[in-house]
């Protein structure tokens, strides 16, 4: 075990008689932090780095944990490390850890470890644990407050000794973003006590069988599937003795499971806490990743943001509207635009014509001209040259990515690699400087040459395959990898006969042509409200269209609805027709330039009509003025005449909604003077 990480000098310590000391040794709240996921969700950036020390949102992953255990009030934490072990000893002695006077941080190097259930059966043997102690994995981000939590788990313990375990879980409706699909549970306890009866997992199940003695001489029992694991615990010591007396338990499941069907004999019992408070979430796959990264951003798990430097220890990050992160030292050029949900790190630099939204950028990255990075995490000392394109992608630290170069989603990119130029990878890519051999002896003599076929001639690293069996039971399972697209990766180390059958599904993908619509209205409505040049806000359309590989139907038809939305977005009641008229010609003169960009050809004018007439068959107001709006269109040269023609001589769209097909006949029962008038125009001409 390595010496304690936290202490000063005996010296400066204040002496105090030894008998105090061992008094006080039973009220020191420890902790257990699991410093390894025993899985390769993240291959294969892990193969270079430990999971607990990747950035997120640019802070090292057990700065979130390390942070929440000691505002917690816990004196004495124990890290258990096994992947990497040294390089986590290195980062805590320089850290800020280094130098806690109210808490004292031990690592425990283990490279023989393999589970969560040899990790605590290690920390047994080493008769670490003198109390309860909270136990958690070391890529958690939390900030629920265990004050309360921790009272009810020691008065209940005070009249009930075998009360062994308090999991914590958060309310969480099915389908919530940080309702991780691996971790997706029904519960069942006394509504009472919140003792826990039953804890399945149901990833893939639309059927479920409860035992009959769940029910058998009680009351009232609670059935949850409301509830979100905050992979949080509450533990007694006897925890860790019954993970050693029974070699069965390797995973947090395992131990549930045991003793629950052990409970009539043993009597151990576990209870539940459930709070509506507070946020916790474990990045535990890439989904995860991505999403409490949004989260971070949008301020959900707050105080842990950004801009917070008491957590974050970094100074100069300025907040502004649309959730914008910009380090003081950072450089953006005016003729670049920044959509929402962006964090610019210190040093970085970004060039002209470039678009970044819902993405991070670390510390000292070199952002060339043209580049559109959307939904991505760029870690630190990257460089991407010219007219790139990076769509929901993980590029790590040093990697240089040269001209024309385009990752498309679920792309990885581990340090060091070197892509391009013109290159384009495929989804799901994964890139790393170490070879797919590596792990295996080499003859000396043998040089396995880059990949130069798929990164360029420039390229420097091989593809690599993630490896999708279980090495011991033979699975392969399917877990959540970024933005919800599934991954297959190597399962947990979870033996369990009734989970090793299972494999956890695709969850259905959200409405993307929705979210897309979301996106040209948060980038045109801030566009206008700010006055943003129209060739700016074609930047942040287009990067939301490869962002979600939306249509050039799908764009025109957003932007034509969100042009008619934002006067009753502004003024949040609803506007007379003469006012919505006067507000939607001042609208129109001030993205005339986007809106000729887009309506250029006559398929595009005939999608715009489309949109239009949906719109404006929908609001008595809308159809009113369409005939005056249809003419200022035309007028202003957005609208071709013959498009227009072409369009009303269509049958309107169908729709199975027969008050809306009424509303359609109205709309184009306003507008046919205009028409008529045009048609007798080109008779004339003719």
């Known amino acids: 075990m390595a010496a304690p990480i936290g202490q000063g000098k005996k010296s400066d310590r204040k002496k105090s008689a030894p008998h105090k000391e061992d008094l006080k040794q039973e009220d020191v709240l420890q902790a257990v932090v699991i410093a390894d996921s025993f899985n390769q969700r993240f291959d294969p950036i892990t193969r270079q780095c430990p999971?607990?020390?990747?950035?997120?949102?640019?802070?090292?992953?057990?700065?979130?944990?390390l942070h929440f255990l000691v505002t917690a009030g816990v004196e004495e934490i124990f890290i258990f490390c096994c992947s990497h072990p040294e390089k986590i000893k290195k980062y805590l002695r320089d850290s800020k850890w280094n130098n806690m006077e109210r808490c004292k941080i031990t690592p425990i190097l283990s490279d023989a470890c393999m589970s969560l259930g040899d990790a605590l059966r290690e920390i047994e043997n080493k008769s670490l644990i003198r109390g309860d102690f909270i136990?958690?994995?070391?890529?958690?981000?939390?900030?629920?407050?265990?004050?309360?939590?921790?009272?009810e788990h020691r008065g209940r313990r005070v009249k009930d000794k075998l009360a062994i375990m308090t999991i914590v879980m958060r309310k969480a409706n099915p389908g919530h973003r940080t309702r991780c699909l691996e971790d997706d549970y029904v519960l069942v306890t006394e509504p009472t006590r919140n003792k826990l009866l039953h804890h399945q997992k149901v990833s893939n199940q639309t059927r479920l069988d409860l035992p009959l003695t769940i029910v058998q001489g009680r009351g009232d029992v609670d059935i949850h599937y409301d509830l979100q694991d905050c992979q949080l615990s509450i533990c007694s010591p006897q925890v860790t003795q019954l993970f050693t007396d029974n070699f069965d338990y390797q995973t947090r499941d395992d131990f549930i499971r045991g003793i629950l069907v052990n409970e009539e004999i043993l009597g151990n019992t576990i209870h539940v806490h459930m709070t509506n408070t507070g946020y916790s979430a474990?990045?535990?796959?890439?989904?995860?990743?991505?999403?409490?990264?949004?989260?971070?951003?949008?301020?959900?798990?707050?105080?842990?943001?950004?801009?917070?430097?008491?957590?974050?220890?970094?100074?100069?990050?300025?907040?502004?509207?649309?959730?914008?992160?910009?380090?003081?030292?950072?450089?953006?050029?005016?003729?670049?635009?920044?959509?929402?949900?962006?964090?610019?790190?210190?040093?970085s630099t970004v060039g002209t014509a470039s678009h970044i939204s819902h993405s991070v950028i670390g510390n000292n990255c070199t952002i060339g001209d043209n580049v559109v990075i959307s939904g991505s995490y760029i870690w630190d000392n990257v460089t991407i040259g010219a007219n790139c394109v990076i769509t929901k992608a993980i590029v790590c630290d040093g990697v240089c990515m040269t001209t024309d170069v385009?990752?498309?989603?679920?792309?990885?990119?581990?340090?060091?690699?070197?892509?391009?130029?013109?290159?384009?990878?495929?989804?799901?890519?994964?890139?790393?400087?170490?070879?797919?051999?590596?792990?295996?002896?080499?003859?000396?003599?043998?040089?396995?040459?880059?990949?130069?076929?798929?990164?360029?001639?420039?390229g420097k690293g091989y593809s690599i395959t993630a490896?999708?069996?279980?090495?011991?039971?033979?699975?392969?399972?399917?877990?959540?990898?970024?933005?919800?697209?599934?991954?297959?990766?190597?399962?947990?180390?979870?033996?369990?006969?009734?989970?090793?059958?299972?494999?956890?599904?695709?969850?259905?993908?959200?409405?993307?042509?929705?979210?897309?619509?979301?996106?040209?209205?948060?980038?045109?409505?801030?566009?206008?409200?700010?006055?943003?040049?129209?060739?700016?806000?074609?930047?942040?359309?287009?990067?939301?269209?490869?962002?979600?590989?939306?249509?050039?139907?799908?764009?025109?038809?957003?932007i034509t609805k969100v042009l008619l939305e934002i006067p009753r977005i502004r003024s949040r009641t609803e506007l007379e027709p003469s006012e919505l008229l006067q507000q939607l010609?001042?609208?129109?003169?001030?993205?005339?330039?986007?809106?000729?960009?887009?309506?250029?050809?006559?398929?595009?004018?005939?999608?715009?009509?489309?949109?239009?007439?949906?719109?404006?068959?929908?609001?008595?107001?809308?159809t009113k003025i369409s005939t005056k709006l249809l003419h200022y269109l035309y007028d202003q040269d957005i609208i071709r005449e013959e498009a227009i023609l072409k369009w009303f001589n269509n049958k309107p769209p169908p729709t199975h909604d027969p008050t809306l097909s009424d509303q359609c006949l109205v709309f184009r029962k306003q507008i046919q003077p205009f028409i008529s008038w045009l048609e007798e125009a080109e008779e004339e001409s003719d």
């Not at 999971?51 to 944990?65: A, F, G, M, Q």
């Not at 309506?599 to 949906?614: G, H, P, R, V, Y």
């Open 135 to 151: 136990l958690v994995n070391g890529d958690l981000v939390s900030s629920v407050k265990l004050d309360k939590i921790l009272e």
């Open 467 to 558: 490896d999708v069996t279980d090495t011991e039971g033979g699975e392969i399972e399917l877990v959540q990898g970024l933005h919800n697209v599934p991954v297959s990766v190597v399962s947990e180390s979870d033996n369990s006969e009734d989970e090793s059958e299972e494999s956890l599904p695709q969850t259905p993908p959200p409405d993307d042509t929705k979210l897309f619509y979301n996106e040209v209205l948060d980038s045109l409505l801030g566009g206008v409200e700010e006055n943003v040049k129209c060739e700016n806000m074609v930047l942040e359309v287009n990067a939301s269209k490869y962002a979600y590989n939306s249509t050039m139907k799908e764009v025109n038809q957003a």
């Open 406 to 458: 385009t990752l498309q989603p679920g792309c990885i990119l581990s340090y060091n690699v070197v892509v391009g130029p013109s290159v384009c990878l495929n989804e799901h890519t994964l890139v790393s400087l170490s070879g797919p051999d590596d792990g295996f002896d080499q003859p000396d003599d043998i040089v396995v040459e880059y990949d130069t076929v798929l990164l360029g001639v420039e």
């Open 585 to 622: 010609r001042r609208l129109i003169g001030q993205m005339k330039g986007l809106l000729k960009n887009y309506m250029k050809t006559f398929e595009s004018n005939i999608e715009f009509l489309e949109a239009f007439e949906e719109h404006c068959s929908q609001y008595v107001n809308y």
């Open 51 to 65: 999971r607990v020390l990747l950035p997120l949102v640019n802070v090292p992953l057990l700065e979130y944990t």
């Open 282 to 347: 474990r990045c535990s796959n890439l989904y995860m990743y991505n999403s409490i990264s949004q989260d971070i951003m949008n301020r959900w798990a707050y105080p842990l943001v950004p801009d917070n430097s008491m957590f974050t220890q970094h100074k100069g990050y300025t907040f502004t509207r649309r959730h914008l992160y910009l380090a003081n030292t950072s450089t953006v050029t005016q003729e670049s635009s920044l959509g929402e949900n962006v964090v610019l790190g210190h040093g």
